[in-house]
């Protein structure tokens, strides 16, 4: 029998040794798997520790295994206790969540697949709220990650939203604001866009500029009628609480809020908020008349809105359509 040559031997060693890797990648891969599965059983029953366990093996069986890292950080997530803030052992919990995020969202963010890209994305919200107040507190690090989400989807409001609420905290209100225009140019037929800027003026205490952001959300929703009811409740807390008006401006805003409600009342008649706030504002404008008469009518004007209104919460306790 001819005995193999040099070359001959060489090439069945590299076979050989390319056999036993592509089979230990192969026995890798099925651990890799049947551990993320008893990982996505544990996580769905609530057991994060025990999730927690089976994604670290799944992820060091296949390191390839994307979708577990988010998982594995939000089982660490899980886990932490706010309660236990400054605990060695709680605290590197969250430190834990914190690196799979990063690294879910590294992988993940820039994939071409939908699912994937938007498990991502969640993973870069998540990151955001680690580093929120009831955590690590760390506002600092969780900017740069807003602004890689808005690079992501410059289009998608919510995180243009989140960043400026990061500098609304840190009290750069400027930057909060302007932020949240750049949400308006981005996506102007979003409601939730102006009711962010509205209640962003509001607790700034810029009444105007609050009932302008509200007005620009009612025209873009012209036949929805919470959009004018909404308004019609501005007018009605700042006249009703704020005690530096003068009772010229509260006679203003009340007659503002009763035309807003009226709208809204008027594409549709049965809506019971709207009745209560309308009644609310009538009140209100009956404390500001000096006509008894007129007062008096205003109030009973009043009870028939509220009495209407009490009727259809009945109605709809009691399921009548």
């Known amino acids: 029998m001819r005995s193999l040559s040099g070359a001959s031997l060489a090439c069945v060693a590299m076979l050989t040794v390319g056999s036993l890797t592509a089979g230990c990648a192969k026995v890798g891969e099925i651990k890799a798997k049947k551990a993320f599965k008893a990982a996505n059983q544990a996580y769905q029953a609530q057991d994060y520790k025990k999730a927690a366990e089976e994604y670290e093996e799944a992820v060091a069986a296949d390191p390839n295994l994307n979708a577990a890292y988010f998982f594995l950080g939000n089982s660490y ?6 309660s236990k803030k ?10 834990k969540a914190v690196a799979n995020y990063q690294k879910a969202a590294e992988k993940l963010s820039a994939s071409d697949k939908p699912d994937d890209k938007k498990l991502g994305t969640l993973s870069l919200q998540y990151l955001v709220a680690a580093y929120g107040p009831d955590k690590l507190n760390d506002p600092a690090k969780a900017e740069p990650v807003v ?4 690079q992501l989807e410059p289009g998608e409001p919510s995180n243009y939203f989140a960043l400026a609420k990061i500098y609304e905290d840190a009290g750069a209100y400027e930057e909060a604001e ?12 979003d409601p939730a866009v102006y009711m962010t800027l509205a209640g962003y003026y509001n607790r700034q205490g810029h009444f105007e500029k609050t009932i302008e952001a509200l007005e620009e959300r009612a025209a873009k929703e012209p036949n929805n009628p919470e959009a004018f009811y909404t308004i019609a409740t501005y007018y009605w807390d700042e006249a009703y609480r704020d005690f530096k008006l003068k009772e010229s401006e509260k006679r203003e805003f009340v007659g503002k809020g009763v035309e807003a409600v009226d709208h809204a009342l008027q594409i549709k008649p049965d809506y019971m908020e709207a009745l209560v706030y309308k009644n609310l504002l009538l009140r209100l404008q009956a404390n500001l008349e000096k006509d008894p008469a007129k007062q008096q009518q205003l109030i009973k004007d009043a009870d028939k809105l509220r009495d209407k209104a009490q009727e259809l919460r009945k109605q709809k306790a009691a399921g009548v359509s």
């Open 147 to 150: 602004q890689r989400m808005i």
């Open 77 to 82: 997530d899980n886990l932490y206790k706010p």
């Open 178 to 189: 302007k932020v949240l225009q750049q949400a308006k140019e981005a996506k102007p037929t």
């Open 86 to 95: 400054g605990e060695a052992a709680n605290d590197q919990l969250m430190e």
